[in-house]
């Protein structure tokens, strides 16, 4: 558990009213942060173009799911490569350390929920991505080199900050109670 003086509440959390980002083509939208759980969880909304979806790629300290709430998603999931296909109504775990990747398959965008625990997925995107400022897939005219800026275009320094902040939520070492360093 994370070190917090701060007593737990009830969270609302709303597309449309909680932070939102544009990384790698994707909408998301930062329902519940690491932040507000105390460490314990975050909750993103996600909108995926058809056809889009992450390489493969292991999370070492968070443990990952999804629910799909419109469209349909093929998952590629452990060193077996197990094929799940997910379509509305369906939720999905992915145990930390578990190489996945997955991709949009229907026709149409996917939306849904998606979530990590422990929490701090969320620092990744003001990190990576930019601010949105509509409630759609990114527009064309950022293109990608803006919408997925890496390691690159960042500091050193708060690359290390980032990191760390990500390490200590997983560990439970988190003063929730200390401003976050990687804030933008």
Known sequence: ???????????????????????????????????????????????????????????ERQAEGFYVLSGELELVVGLDDEIVRAEPGSAVWVPKSTRHSFRVVSDED???????????????????????????????????????RERMATSHETREAYLQRLADIAEGTWDFSVADPTAH
């Open 1 to 59: 558990m994370a070190t917090s003086d701060k007593a737990a509440e009830v969270l609302l959390g709303q597309a449309g009213k909680s932070p939102a980002y544009w990384y790698r083509g994707v909408l998301w939208n930062i329902l519940m942060s690491a932040d507000q759980t105390l460490g314990e969880f975050t909750l993103l909304e996600q909108i995926i173009p058809a056809g889009a979806g992450p390489p493969a790629h292991v999370h």
């Open 110 to 148: 996917v939306r849904l929920l998606n979530f990590y625990t422990p929490g701090g997925f969320d620092d990744h995107l003001p990190f990576y991505g930019v601010e949105a400022t509509a409630q759609t897939l990114p527009p064309a005219e950022l293109g990608v080199s803006v919408l997925d």
